[in-house]
C-alpha cells in the first residue's frame, strides 16, 4: 500500500488521525521536499519534529530522488506499507500525480489522505470560495525571462467580476548555473517570491500591457504563513500592501474581484489603516 | 477564545491532532449540522463516534440554532475557550462566515483550524485544480423553480478550456409547506443531490437554452463520497454516467475542459468501460 498523506499548512501537528495512522503503520516514510518545509521542522537539526511525532525515522524527498528512486520506492510498497508525505493536500501540486499513476500501472493499492492546502484555506481571508476564477502563478522573472501569461487570467477573472488567487514562485534545490556549467551538483539557497515582488512584478506587467487589467489601486489581500499560528493577513491596495512587512515565507497574494457584504465585513478586519 | 475547527470529508479521525487538542481543551463543543454530517457517526443513536472519540459531549446546531443562539455561543467563547466544529474545512461554506465577525466585533479571539474540503480534495480526480474555473452550484428544481445561473458559468469555463466543479444541492432540516401553514416547526426529511439527477437538470437546461456549454457526450467525471473509505470516481459522458450507479450520498460532479496528459493519464483509472 501507498499512503499519500497531506501534512497541512502549519506544523506536524496539522496531520489529521487518519494521517498519523497510516505513517505509525508504514515501513518506510518519506516525505517531500519539493515545494516548503519551513514549519515542519526540517531545518539544520534535522526531521527532529515530524520523527518525534512519529516515532521513526522519515526520509526527506526532493523531486530529484523521487524521479531517480521512484522504481525503488514502489517496489517497497508493493511489498508493505509505506507513506509518503506531502506539505499541503496531495493533489494541491501536480507533482504528485506522477508517483500515483506509476503506482496505479503497477497495480500498488494507493490511499489518499487528504489535509487542507492553499486552495482551500485561502478562503480564511473572507472571500468565498466559489467566487474565485482560475488561478495564477507568478513565477520569479529574470534578465531575460519575464513571463506574463497571468496577465489574462487575472483581465478575465476580473472581467467576471471573480477573485484571483496568486501562487507566488518557489525555487527549491535549483541547480545553480556554474554548477550546470561545470557539470557538477550544485545548488541555489531556496527562494521565496515575497508579497512586495509579485506586486511590483504584476505592476510592471500592467505598466508594459496596458490593459486595465489591474492598477496599483486595486484591491487586494496580502496573506503571509497561510494556517500557521503567526500567520498574517493584510487588506488593501496595492501601494498600501507594498508598505506591510509580511515577514518570513510563504507568501500569497488575492486580487480581490466584486465583493458580497458579508465579504467586505470581514476584509474590513483585515483592512491597512 | 472561539476555535473554528474543520473536520474533513471522512469521519471521526479525519482531524487534525491541532483540532483535536483545541476540543480537548474547550468547556463546550458544537458541532454545526448545516450541511451534512452522514459519516460522522450523527445517526440515530446520537453523537457516538465524535463524543467517544473527544470523551466530552457534543451540541449539534443547526442553522436556526446558531442563528437563535449566536449570543450565547459567543458569551461562552467571551469567557472560555468554545469549539465550533465544521465538515469539510471552516471556510468551504458561507454559513460560518457571520460568527466569525461578529466573534471579532465583540474582540472574541478567533482561531481558525483548518482541514480537507471538498473544494481541494477534488484534486483526487486527476483534474488540476489551477485548471478549474468558478465554481458552480446546482440547486434541486421544483415545478415552479428552476434557476439556471450556472448555465453561463459552465459555458464560460469551457470556453476557457476550464473544468467546472459541481457541487449539488443539500436539503437538510428544510421547514415542510404543510409546516409552515400550520406555524408550527416540522421538518422535510433531509434530500441530497444525486449525479444523475444533476445531469439531468444540466441536460434539461442545455436543451432549453440551446447555446452548446455541453452535451450528453461532454466529459465528466462523477465523485461520490469524497474523501470517505467508499469513496466512488467514475470518468465518462454524461450518457455514461446516468449509467453508474453511485451509491449513497455525498455526490459531486466536475465537468472537464480541456486536458493535459498527465491529467488523462489519471482519468483513465476512473473511466467507465
Same mark, same amino acid.
Given at each position: 500500500?501507498?499512503? +499519500?498523506?497531506?501534512?497541512?499548512?502549519? $506544523?506536524?501537528?496539522? +496531520? #489529521?488521525?487518519? !494521517?498519523?495512522?497510516?505513517?505509525?503503520?508504514?515501513?518506510?516514510?518519506?516525505?517531500?521536499? =519539493?515545494?516548503?518545509?519551513?514549519?515542519?521542522?526540517?531545518?539544520?537539526?534535522?526531521?527532529?519534529?515530524?520523527?518525534?511525532? =512519529?516515532?521513526?525515522?522519515?526520509?526527506?524527498?526532493?523531486?530529484?530522488?523521487?524521479?531517480?528512486?521512484?522504481? @525503488?520506492?514502489?517496489?517497497?510498497?508493493?511489498?508493505?506499507?509505506?507513506?509518503?508525505?506531502?506539505?499541503? $493536500?496531495?493533489?494541491?501540486?501536480?507533482?504528485?500525480?506522477?508517483?500515483? &499513476?506509476?503506482?496505479?500501472? %503497477? !497495480?500498488? $493499492?494507493?490511499?489518499?489522505?487528504?489535509?487542507?492546502?492553499?486552495?482551500?484555506?485561502?478562503?480564511?481571508?473572507?472571500? @468565498?470560495?466559489?467566487?474565485?476564477?482560475?488561478?495564477?502563478?507568478?513565477?520569479?522573472?529574470?534578465? #531575460?525571462?519575464? *513571463?506574463?501569461?497571468?496577465?489574462?487570467?487575472? @483581465?478575465?477573472?476580473?472581467?467576471?467580476?471573480?477573485?484571483?488567487?496568486?501562487?507566488?514562485? /518557489?525555487?527549491?534545490?535549483?541547480?545553480?548555473?556554474?554548477?550546470?556549467?561545470?557539470?557538477?551538483?550544485?545548488?541555489?539557497? *531556496?527562494?521565496?517570491?515575497? +508579497?512586495?515582488?509579485?506586486?511590483?512584478?504584476?505592476?510592471?506587467?500592467?505598466?508594459?500591457?496596458?490593459?486595465?487589467? =489591474?492598477?496599483?489601486?486595486?484591491?487586494?489581500?496580502? /496573506?503571509?504563513?497561510?494556517?500557521?499560528?503567526?500567520?498574517? /493577513?493584510?487588506?488593501?491596495?496595492?501601494?498600501?500592501?507594498?508598505?506591510?512587512?509580511?515577514?518570513?515565507?510563504?507568501?500569497?497574494? &488575492?486580487?480581490?474581484?466584486?465583493?458580497?457584504?458579508?465579504?467586505?465585513?470581514? %476584509?474590513?478586519?483585515?483592512?491597512?489603516?
Amino acid at each position: 500500500m501507498l499512503y +499519500i498523506v497531506g501534512l497541512g499548512l502549519g $506544523d506536524e501537528k496539522d +496531520i #489529521t488521525l487518519r !494521517g498519523l495512522e497510516a505513517v505509525k503503520a508504514s515501513t518506510k516514510v518519506y516525505v517531500e521536499a =519539493y515545494t516548503s518545509l519551513l514549519s515542519f521542522g526540517l531545518t539544520s537539526d534535522g526531521l527532529s519534529k515530524l520523527e518525534k511525532l =512519529y516515532g521513526k525515522p522519515v526520509i526527506v524527498a526532493d523531486r530529484e530522488m523521487v524521479e531517480e528512486r521512484a522504481d @525503488q520506492i514502489l517496489s517497497e510498497a508493493s511489498e508493505s506499507d509505506v507513506a509518503f508525505l506531502v506539505v499541503g $493536500d496531495p493533489f494541491g501540486a501536480t507533482t504528485h500525480t506522477d508517483l500515483v &499513476v506509476r503506482a496505479k500501472q %503497477l !497495480g500498488i $493499492d494507493v490511499k489518499v489522505i487528504h489535509n487542507a492546502s492553499v486552495m482551500n484555506a485561502i478562503g480564511v481571508c473572507g472571500l @468565498q470560495l466559489y467566487r474565485y476564477g482560475e488561478t495564477v502563478s507568478i513565477p520569479f522573472f529574470t534578465e #531575460t525571462w519575464r *513571463p506574463d501569461s497571468f496577465y489574462e487570467k487575472i @483581465q478575465r477573472n476580473r472581467e467576471l467580476g471573480l477573485h484571483t488567487l496568486c501562487l507566488l514562485d /518557489i525555487r527549491v534545490k535549483e541547480p545553480s548555473l556554474e554548477s550546470l556549467c561545470r557539470g557538477k551538483k550544485c545548488y541555489e539557497p *531556496p527562494k521565496y517570491m515575497t +508579497i512586495h515582488t509579485a506586486i511590483n512584478q504584476l505592476l510592471e506587467v500592467e505598466a508594459l500591457r496596458k490593459g486595465s487589467a =489591474y492598477s496599483e489601486k486595486s484591491k487586494c489581500v496580502g /496573506i503571509a504563513r497561510l494556517g500557521n499560528e503567526d500567520q498574517l /493577513i493584510a487588506a488593501g491596495s496595492m501601494t498600501d500592501l507594498l508598505d506591510v512587512d509580511f515577514g518570513a515565507p510563504l507568501h500569497c497574494l &488575492v486580487i480581490v474581484g466584486e465583493t458580497h457584504p458579508v465579504e467586505e465585513e470581514m %476584509l474590513e478586519f483585515y483592512k491597512v489603516k
